[in-house]
């Protein structure tokens, strides 16, 4: 933006402090920053006007927040914690040893770190230079590297335990910024050899916005379609998080927000506060699914474009992440990716290539054409095509996948009745019950109270339409 400068604070893991917050919103404020943005890597990026620039920097400086002015020479350690007990909970990570891990990192890594749950597929794997996944046993963790600029990835022959994280990255960010990525020589860590080959679940993107219970508490998602959160709502909502004793604000990489542990008595309050504002936490999925650059307006008013398009063709992308690279040097994170180049011929002509991970899944590393040199009038369409390809793979894949024999198919046992909402396709299943509604297993649909509603989108009993197991995996 002409006339300003682009300022990022990280955030470390995603997790920003109600009162830290609050305390860098008044500074904006008080500089006429009236909105900021929050981006990929879990940073706050605000737009500061040249006018201001003297005395945003004193007030930063005396209230010592780090910040970093038109560059982003640390681009922040990420981690899965957004995830936590909302998406992703049972296994031996939790919120608590994220934290320690955190709370390690006493420098600011010039290479960008992601910390996951290998659990989860909310947040990306791969997209660090140094990354560190989950492993099955407890307190130790895989580690991959990957050079910048390259899409190989480097594996450590060990299992790093959650204490040295902090210690080994050190190490690593020093060594890969200077062109080396072996692992000769490492300083004495707590490790293990790897026994077991690292598993990852299939990309699924969870619904992440709106209210949605979790247990005896709620969580609340806010998405906004333009990117930019107003100055005046993020101020109300760390006062209201200060007044119900929410320690925590989560960033996430798809440029949103989670609120967790909302008590039930606080709900009203949270609905007030997205009333006064007029914030919609409703938007479709095709909207919420979508990987573009920071800081990026034409990669925006695109991808803008597109959803319209692919909302007047009611186009289903469920299970996919659709990204949009404009500048050469960025990257992002997609199963399917729309790559903005200009024509060698007519350099004011923009044209586009659409590549896909060949398995579909947006951590993958294995990259291959959809369509080449693309024109901007064909690429909703073009777009569209490649979505349905991927939508035809996955009706093969569930068809023929794991086929039984005949001799199997004359034994299986008759597929039990399942209710599923049809709001948002959630299922009820008897065996299981809904333990968000403190429903235990055993009890029939018909059994539950009337005033049951689905423990994802809220929808009322009457919502839940009679199906069963083969209709569900068809859907």
């Known amino acids: 933006m002409t006339g300003y400068y682009t300022i990022r604070v990280n955030f470390i893991g995603g997790i920003a402090s109600p009162g830290e917050l609050q305390k860098i919103l008044a500074i904006a404020a008080e500089c006429d920053i009236k909105q900021v943005r929050f981006g990929l890597r879990q940073q706050m990026i605000m737009y500061l006007s040249y006018t201001h620039e003297k005395a945003f920097i004193s007030k930063m400086n005396a209230a010592e927040v780090d910040f970093y002015i038109d560059d982003n020479p640390h681009p922040n350690v990420i981690s899965s914690y957004v995830s936590e007990e909302v998406f992703q909970r049972g296994n031996w990570l939790s919120e608590g040893i994220y934290k320690d891990i955190l709370d390690a990192f006493d420098y600011n890594p010039s290479l960008k770190i992601n910390i996951s749950d290998s659990q989860q597929s909310f947040t990306p794997f791969f997209s660090g230079h140094i990354n560190f996944i989950s ?87 806010i998405y906004r379609r333009g990117e930019v959160f107003e100055t005046s709502f993020l101020q109300d909502l760390c006062r209201l998080c200060l007044k119900t004793k929410i320690g925590e604000i989560c960033l996430t990489p798809w440029k949103s927000i989670i609120i967790k542990n909302i008590q039930e008595e606080d709900r009203n309050d949270w609905s007030g506060l997205l009333a006064k504002h007029d914030i919609n936490v409703r938007h479709a999925a095709n909207e919420l699914n979508w990987q573009i650059e920071d800081t990026s307006p034409e990669a ?139 429903i235990p297993p055993g009890i029939n649909f018909e059994n539950l109270p009337e005033e049951y509603c689905c423990s994802v989108c809220e929808s009322s009993k009457t919502a839940f339409i009679l199906t069963n197991t083969e209709e569900v995996a068809l859907a």
Not at 366 to 386: D, H
Request: net charge positive.
């Open 135 to 221: 492993s099955d046993q407890p307190n130790f963790w895989h580690l991959y590297l990957r050079e910048p600029k390259s899409n190989e990835l480097i594996t450590y022959d060990k299992l790093v335990f959650s204490n040295e994280i902090a210690k080994i990255s050190k190490v690593l960010n020093e060594r890969i910024s200077a062109g080396n990525t072996s692992f000769d020589g490492l300083p004495n860590i707590i490790s293990v050899p790897v026994e077991k080959k690292l598993k990852l679940p299939k990309f699924t993107l969870p619904y992440y916005e709106g209210f949605n219970r979790y247990g005896k508490k709620s969580w609340l998602g």
């Open 300 to 438: 925006l008013e695109l991808k803008n474009k597109l959803v319209r398009h692919f909302n007047k063709k009611d186009l289903r992308t469920f299970g996919i992440c659709l990204g949009i690279k404009t500048f050469p040097k960025t990257e992002v994170y997609a199963s399917i990716l729309v790559k903005q180049k200009k024509s060698k011929v007519l350099p004011f002509l923009k044209l586009y290539d659409i590549t896909y991970t060949t398995d579909y899944d947006p951590n993958g590393r294995k990259v291959a054409f959809f369509a080449k040199n693309v024109f901007g009038i064909a690429l909703p369409e073009k777009l569209r095509k490649s979505v349905l390809e991927f939508n035809e793979h996955i009706a093969y894949e569930s068809r023929f996948k794991d086929l039984p024999k005949k001799d199997e198919e004359e034994t299986r046992k008759e597929q039990p009745v399942l209710h599923q909402c049809s709001s948002c396709l959630t299922i009820y299943d008897p065996a299981y019950g809904d333990e968000m509604n403190d």
